[in-house]
């Protein structure tokens, strides 16, 4: 597990903050090169050319693609420090079951329709689905501590980094409040960002929500 390590970044990146928290949870070193996603360097290129995205993990100089594919590399890479997976096949595959379902719900079917529309009928649809997979999640955290339980794993760092967008998708939507509908899932975001893996991988709401603003210009929404 030695060797150098880098990761291809973007700072505003749901996705990139997964691969910085979980290098962090391990205290592994790390380069961070951070990409201009309209000008990307030939690095990002040649290290993902199938994709051209966001994050990529580079180890001892070989690429490593997909957000939760680099975490669970890291997972099993650094293994003196707490494991992100329980060691049994059946929660292991709960907890893939969950971070799969993050994944392809909270990111952009719910909200990339609520910044990337201006107010309307798509975007009051994408409230609803956002809000929809969110309750669900709410449902499955539960009252416990993290999604596994008393330890912080593999579920808590594929979804913690969408806290950091929840305030943009509220200014983004009208003003509507993600605690009053999801009030474990906001405490649960709270007590992640008090580690400092997560403190450190996560940027200011506030500095989210100025980013999607000026993406909502690029992309001439309203
Ligand atoms: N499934 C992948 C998604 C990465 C992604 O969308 N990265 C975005 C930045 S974050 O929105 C990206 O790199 N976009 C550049 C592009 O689409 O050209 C993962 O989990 O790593």
Same mark, same amino acid.
């Given at each position: 597990e030695n060797g150098k390590v880098v990761v291809l970044d973007f700072w505003a990146s749901p996705y990139a903050m997964r691969t910085k928290i979980a290098l962090r949870e391990k205290g592994v070193e790390f380069e961070v090169q951070e990409e201009d996603l309209w000008n990307k360097s030939e690095l990002l290129l040649k290290s993902n @050319?199938?994709?051209?995205?966001? @994050?990529v993990l580079i180890h001892n100089n070989i690429p490593i693609c997909e957000s939760l594919v680099q975490v669970q590399y890291i997972d099993e890479t650094w293994t003196e420090a707490a494991s992100f997976l329980p060691a049994d096949p059946q929660s292991r595959a709960t907890a893939r079951f969950w971070a799969d379902y993050a994944d392809k719900t909270i990111?952009?079917?719910?909200g990339r329709k609520i910044w990337g529309n201006k107010k309307g009928e798509e975007q009051d649809k994408g409230i609803e689905e956002f809000f929809e997979s969110l309750k669900v999640l709410e449902n499955e955290l539960g009252d416990k501590t993290y999604f596994g339980g008393e330890t912080f794993g593999y579920v808590d760092i594929a979804l913690v980094p969408f806290y950091s967008w929840f305030h943009a998708l509220e200014e983004c939507g009208g003003g509507f409040s993600v605690e009053a509908a999801c009030p474990k899932i906001v405490a649960w975001g709270k007590r992640c960002v008090e580690r400092k893996s997560v403190a450190d991988s996560l940027p200011e709401s506030e500095k989210v929500y100025q980013q999607v603003l000026k993406l909502r210009q690029i992309f001439n929404v309203e």
């Open positions: @050319p199938v994709h051209e995205k966001v @994050p990111s952009f079917a719910g």
